[in-house]
């Protein structure tokens, strides 16, 4: 798996490379639950969620905001999922070379994951590298593109210097792929009484002793499903 995220690293420095710093916002969940709603709205949440499952290159960074956090106002979200094929993946991820018939495989295990979470990253992440050792240059650069995608929208709502700029997750497990792709090495976890998770990372040459990630969204709404388990 680590392998896979090197590779990610290299293009994402390139991507990093051939785009400008912007300002960040945190997302306005109140808006993106009307606007997702909105029939007549070109973010419709199932309008954009076609385009994604179409691997639509041509969505933008505010087009996955939308997608990324107006998921947590779909039915199918759930904020501590584990994908039902995890158990069939492990001996791919663990292994150290996949033959083009464990890429099949691998292919199918996915993608009938992602049609119950279109964000998994790091099913996105052995995805676009099954395709690559396929050769599908084209369907691993749209997986790719998702992917990125995603960590763009992310990257949007925060710096992760703070819990109040921390980066908006609608997975902890995202966090994990994000330390990764940005070749952090985590060493421990902590809550914070905001709701952000810090992760503590080995300091580096960047001088980085830990990133914030804001997690009061999927909180809340596990703890909503919870309340409405006990009625």
């Known amino acids: 798996m680590k392998r896979v995220i090197t590779i990610l690293s290299l293009i994402f420095v390139l991507f990093e490379a051939n785009s400008q710093e912007k300002e960040f916002r945190s997302p306005d969940y109140d808006s993106i639950s009307i606007v997702i709603a909105d029939t007549s709205s070109a973010c419709f949440y199932p309008k954009l969620l076609l385009r994604l499952e179409q691997w639509d290159t041509t969505l933008t960074t505010e087009d996955y905001r939308i997608l990324y956090y107006g998921f947590t106002y779909k039915p199918e979200y759930q904020p501590y999922w584990r994908s039902p094929y995890d158990d069939e993946m492990r001996e791919y991820y663990q292994s150290k070379k996949l033959s083009d018939k464990d890429c099949d495989k691998v292919i199918e295990l996915i993608s009938k994951s992602l049609k119950e979470n279109p964000f998994d990253l790091r099913q996105l992440n052995f995805l676009a590298y099954a395709y690559k050792l396929k050769e599908d240059e084209i369907t691993s650069g749209k997986v790719i593109s998702r992917f990125f995608g995603i960590i763009s929208a992310i990257r949007s709502t925060g710096n992760g210097e703070t819990c109040e700029t921390g980066y908006h997750v609608i997975s902890t497990s995202h ?11 985590f060493v421990s976890q902590a809550l914070t009484a905001d709701l952000c998770d810090f992760m503590q990372v080995k300091i580096d040459e960047r001088g980085i002793d830990g990133v914030y990630f804001q997690i009061s969204r999927l909180w809340n709404v596990n703890i909503e499903r919870m309340k409405s388990l006990r009625k």
Do not use: A, D, P, R
């Open 175 to 185: 966090e994990y792929v994000f330390l990764n792709l940005f070749e952090f090495q």
